[in-house]
């Protein structure tokens, strides 16, 4: 859902071998993020997907410098934004902003949700009382609040509305970048669709690019532009949407999809389901070579020992958003790719 772009000749966004180490209580490193590369352009939408545990929040945080990155640079409109001080990075902080998972956690609830919506405009200086006071008003109206519920405070509201009011205070600044984390998982699934909605306007609207982090491949399918897949702390495969949907390469993305549900019963029935063996490994002894060789049904002995490069292989279509990086031993350059569900299925 490409809107109009802000006019900047880069990238949005260019993160480049980004790491995370923490160290561990017990002892040891846990390497959440180990070496994400991913650009955004003006106007696109990246969908982030993965397991739980695979990084992809963490790589949101170090992207609004959340989380400090272990190394790595992470660029916003040209800018890297690793290597500034705290002051130094404040007024470039209305450039990009960070649409969190719970908006119960994330709304001050001392103030009312028109303080809430104003305080990005106060501390960059944007706009006088009277201007805060319209722009509020208006960005109130434009995520489909009703204007009495300026004076109300965070546990008033509905989860659905607490997010709403949190998208309408990422845009009270109009960022070229919003990073939304989750944005939908911890409200009802009634709302759910609503709030998707309401992102895929604003963003057509407004032209903003965004990072969309989600475990929902229905959501990220319907968003996003393009697609990242993370398998523990690594970017296995990046896509174009469609093309991604239609014909995943790496053995981690078609287990992926052939676990998300169809609306066609039919179809559904007729799907090979690839189960993987085992669990998550653990970041803080991640297995060597190939991160996914423990659970991959086509894992050979060089998966086991040489980590595969995440390179381009051959795309399905052409422009601006052609391109596809896989990072398998087993996918070659013209893109033919083994089927995972069928070595699946041989060795069940």
């Given amino acids: 859902m490409t809107g109009s772009p802000h006019l900047t000749e880069a990238p949005v966004l260019a993160v480049r071998d980004l790491t995370r180490h923490f160290t561990a209580a017990g002892g040891g490193t846990v390497r959440a993020v180990d070496g994400v590369t991913l650009t955004i352009e003006p106007g696109e939408v990246l969908g982030l997907v993965g397991e739980s545990g695979s ?3 963490t790589v949101g945080r170090c992207v609004v410098r959340l989380d400090q990155p272990t190394g790595g640079s992470v660029r916003i409109n040209g800018t890297d934004v690793t290597t500034l ?7 470039l902080r209305k450039d990009f902003h960070l649409v ?3 908006p119960s956690s994330s709304l001050n609830p001392r103030m009312t949700i028109r303080r809430i919506v104003a305080e990005p405009l106060r501390l960059h200086g944007m706009a006088s009382r009277q201007e805060a006071a319209d722009r509020v008003d208006a960005l ?3 995520v489909g609040l009703r204007p009495e519920l300026a004076d109300r405070s965070p546990h008033e509201l509905s989860g659905g509305q607490r997010q709403r009011v949190s ?15 989750e944005p939908t998982s911890a409200l009802d699934v009634s709302v759910q669709a609503s709030v998707l909605n309401l992102l895929a306007d604003l963003q ?7 990072l969309f982090i989600t475990h929902d491949l229905a959501a990220v399918e319907y968003l996003a532009d393009r697609i990242a897949v993370m398998y523990l702390g690594r970017i296995v495969e990046q896509a174009p949407a469609a093309d991604l949907f239609a014909a995943p390469k790496h053995p981690y993305t078609q287990a992926l999809l052939s676990a998300a549900p169809v609306p066609d019963p039919a179809e559904q029935r007729g799907r090979s389901r690839i189960v993987l063996g085992g669990d998550l490994p653990s970041p803080l002894d991640p297995p060597p070579g190939c991160h996914f060789h423990t659970r991959c049904p086509l894992a050979t002995d060089r998966c086991r020992a040489e980590a595969p490069v995440l390179r381009t ?3 399905s279509r052409t422009g601006p958003a052609a391109g596809r990086q896989v990072a398998c031993h087993l996918v070659a350059d013209d893109g033919t790719v083994p089927d995972a569900a069928q070595a699946a299925a041989t060795a069940a």
């Fill in 55 to 57: 990084g992809k929040s």
């Fill in 85 to 91: 001080s705290p002051r130094a990075l404040r007024p």
């Fill in 100 to 102: 969190f998972q719970d």
């Fill in 140 to 142: 109130l109206a434009q």
């Fill in 167 to 181: 998208i309408a205070r990422a845009l009270s600044v109009n960022p070229s970048l919003l990073v939304a984390d």
């Fill in 204 to 210: 057509k609207e407004r032209g903003f690019g965004c």
């Fill in 313 to 315: 292989v051959a795309a």
